[in-house]
């Protein structure tokens, strides 16, 4: 196994990991969640089913959904699914609930920045996109929908969704969709994996 593809796998685990705790920080602030987040979190209060658990159904779901618009999953895409939820169970069992509005804001910019670099780390590693992104991407790509308001028009239903259910929609929210983007883009670029060039073959003539 060469050097470049051990990093690869290793950024990808460690990605996911890092960004289910990164949710699971952001979550204890108790100031607001991204808007997959607030669905996953109604839905846990709805049914009793642990969060993280929720967010593999929900990854799961939305993966059957790339059947229509003939997207194929990489191994990245199957990871997210699988890795992040239960993470994001650990960070939970282990990170106290914010209760000062010091530690809330720290809490979540710490959870924002994490996340911002776990991204880095699991996209980086190029196995393939997120179901969630995914979906967004697919869409845009089988039906020329601008990919704006494709992703609006997800993230503001699945945002109001989970906000009737009684997830937690607060000023969080709005600086995870203000911030997030740009802050991306910052840490993708310096950890993506570059792609190994083609060897080349020097060719001698003979006199």
């Known amino acids: 196994m060469s050097f470049v593809f051990a990093r690869r796998v290793t950024q990808l685990v460690v990605g996911l990991f890092l960004y289910g705790v990164a949710i699971a920080m952001m979550i204890q602030a108790g100031i607001g969640v ?3 987040d607030v669905l996953s979190q109604g839905v846990s209060l709805r049914t009793g089913i642990p969060f993280g658990w929720v967010t593999v159904i929900i990854g799961a779901i939305v993966l059957l959904l790339w059947i229509p618009i003939r997207q194929k999953p990489g191994i990245g895409t199957i990871l997210n699914v699988l890795l992040i939820g239960p993470a994001a169970e650990v960070g939970l069992a282990v990170l106290p609930l914010a209760t000062e509005l010091w530690s809330q ?3 979540f910019a710490g959870g924002l ?3 911002a670099i776990a991204t880095g780390l699991y996209i980086g590693a190029r196995f393939g996109p997120g179901p ?3 979906l967004m991407t697919g869409i845009h790509d089988r039906w020329g929908v601008r990919f704006w308001i494709v992703r609006t028009a997800i993230e503001v239903t699945v945002l ?3 906000w ?5 929609v ?3 929210t709005v600086a995870f969709a203000l911030l997030i983007g740009p802050m991306v883009n910052v840490t993708l670029p310096l950890l993506r994996v570059p792609e190994v060039a083609p060897a080349t073959v020097l060719v001698v003539e003979g006199r």
């Open 34 to 36: 991204s808007p997959w």
């Open 105 to 107: 804001i720290l809490l």
């Open 113 to 115: 920045a994490l996340l």
């Open 132 to 134: 969630r992104d995914g």
């Open 160 to 162: 109001s969704i989970g």
């Open 164 to 168: 009737l259910l009684g997830g937690t």
């Open 170 to 172: 607060g000023v969080g």
